[in-house]
């Protein structure tokens, strides 16, 4: 049996906000993995559907999901942003279906204050262009602005019009990125996580978005094993897919956790 592996993204992001990493990632594993991607509710293709306001709801969504596919477990997590707050919760509650967790750039109260959870400097773009605005295309592109440093101009661009795509295609309700960032924002990090299941934390050193800051103090919290990217930006599979791939596959072994090198720190 081929291990499984379960990519989710962040707030109001889906699937195909990927942007093909999936396939990056099953390349740099090999073919005794497989790699599927996840839509929460209130996202992609379910996005006509409710978001809860509690991440543990979100977690019972996706195991529906999932044994909906027939995968029970084990599963090994990538998870971006909220999506780590999703993998925490899964771990925590559900140890015997999750093998191990990969978090990028995620972060959680108590652990860090909010204001390294969102970085005040985003506040007027993400309220002018994200909440109220209308222009799909300037929303995209001036989240690009703000999640990735290694892009050129003109890939923000082509990007930018490729999920402005995807959103009109499969739309983010006013309602459902309220209920998200609610339950972001009343979500508290488990103070511990069960024994035998490796948790990755990977952080980028030039995230403009959130703080580096609150990966280095989830990690510390948990004694887990630390990747830091040098230079790129929240989105590490927009800004640096092989580097993430290669670091994920590295980690994973044969076994995860055990494969140490320095790329990693504990």
């Keep these: 049996m ?22 990056r990632l099953a390349g740099a594993l090999g073919a005794d993995h497989r790699v599927m991607c996840m839509d929460l509710p209130g996202n992609g293709v379910r996005h ?5 306001t509690r991440i543990a709801a979100m977690v019972d969504a996706a195991r529906e999901d999932l044994a909906g596919r027939g995968v029970d477990g084990p599963i090994h997590l990538v998870a971006l942003s909220l999506g780590g707050m999703v993998a925490m919760d899964w771990l925590q ?14 972060s959680a109260a108590p652990v860090s204050p909010f204001w390294h959870r ?12 994200g909440l109220l ?14 999640t990735t440093n290694r892009l050129s101009d003109a890939d923000k661009d082509r990007i930018a019009r490729q999920f402005q795509r995807i959103d009109e295609a499969r739309p983010v309700s006013a309602a459902n990125t309220v209920r998200q960032l609610w339950a972001a924002a009343r979500f508290r990090a488990p103070k511990t996580l069960p024994e035998g299941r490796p948790v990755l934390v990977i952080s980028a050193a030039g995230d403009r978005l959130v703080d580096p800051r609150c990966s280095a103090a989830l990690a510390r919290r948990w004694s887990a094993q630390r990747a830091v990217h ?19 596959a590295d980690w994973a072994g044969p076994t995860p956790g055990l494969n140490k090198t320095a790329a990693f720190d504990d």
């Design 118 to 129: 969102l970085k005040p400097a985003n506040y007027g773009a993400i309220v002018r262009h």
């Design 133 to 146: 605005g209308r222009d799909r295309l300037k929303r995209e592109r001036m989240i690009l602005e703000i």
């Design 48 to 52: 006509r559907d409710r978001s809860p």
């Design 93 to 106: 509650r559900h140890p015997r279906q999750v093998a191990a967790a990969a978090l990028i750039n995620s």
């Design 2 to 23: 081929p291990t499984t592996w379960i990519l989710l993204r962040g707030l109001v992001r889906e699937q195909a906000h990927w942007n093909g990493f999936a396939d």
């Design 230 to 248: 040098p230079d790129g930006g929240h989105d590490l599979s927009l800004d640096d897919p092989g580097w993430l791939a290669d670091t994920l």
